[in-house]
Every structure is written in C-alpha cells, then in structure tokens.
C-alpha cells in the first residue's frame, strides 16, 4: 500500500473522528450511531499504521494490492450500512403510519381534534 494511501486513510480517519465528535456533542448523532463511525475511522487508521493486514488479507482473497482488498472492503462495509439504516427508516416509517391512523381514528370516534393537547 503507498505512502499517500496511508496518509490519506489516517487525515480521513481523523476528519471522520472529528465530524462525529461535533455532531455528537451538538446532538444531532446518537452516540449508539457514533459508535460505527468511530470504529471504522479506527479500523482505517490501523490499516494504515500497519500495512501488513491489508496486505495479508488482500493476499489471501487474490486481490491485486492492498489499497484495492482496502476499497472493497469500505464499499462492503458502507453497503452494510447502508442496509441496516434503511430497514430502520422503514420501520419508523410504518410506526409513523400506525400512529397517523391511531390519531385519526381517535379523532373520528370522539369528534377531538386536540389529541395531545392538554388544558
């Protein structure tokens, strides 16, 4: 793996962990959610501070260099992700649903149209 690639793994490590730190502390992450970024920021940096994993793995699945086996890898990774956020936006979205029909069948049956409200 170049020297470029290793410096540019760890800047995109430490702007990936500085990013997440921000948005943690203004509250517009979860940490829960925080928690992947910091992990994969982490996972590059040690890619980049010792080559020989990448490497070693690029070697063993028939990769022609490391920085290939190292895209791969992220792309798989993001796709993961990726996957598992739009399950739960469906999720919250089929709740969100239910708790619209909730309301309106509410509304309907006691003719209140301030659900929620208090007086």
Not at 27 to 40: A, N, P
Not at 47 to 72: K, R, W, Y
Not at 88 to 96: A, D, T
């Amino acid at each position: 793996m170049s020297g470029a690639l290793r410096i540019l793994l760890i800047i995109g490590a430490a702007v990936t962990f500085l990013i997440v730190v921000g948005r943690v502390r203004k509250e517009m992450i979860q940490i829960e959610d925080s928690v992947f970024w910091i992990v994969l920021a982490a996972v590059l940096v040690l890619c980049a501070v010792f080559p020989g994993i990448p490497t070693f793995f690029s070697n063993l699945l028939g990769f022609m260099s490391a920085s290939n086996f190292v895209f791969l890898a992220v792309i798989a990774i993001l796709l993961v992700k990726e996957f598992s956020n739009s399950a739960e936006i469906s999720k919250l979205k089929h709740k969100v649903d239910l708790l619209a029909q909730s309301i309106a069948l509410h509304e309907e049956t006691t003719g209140d149209l301030r659900v929620g409200q208090r007086d």
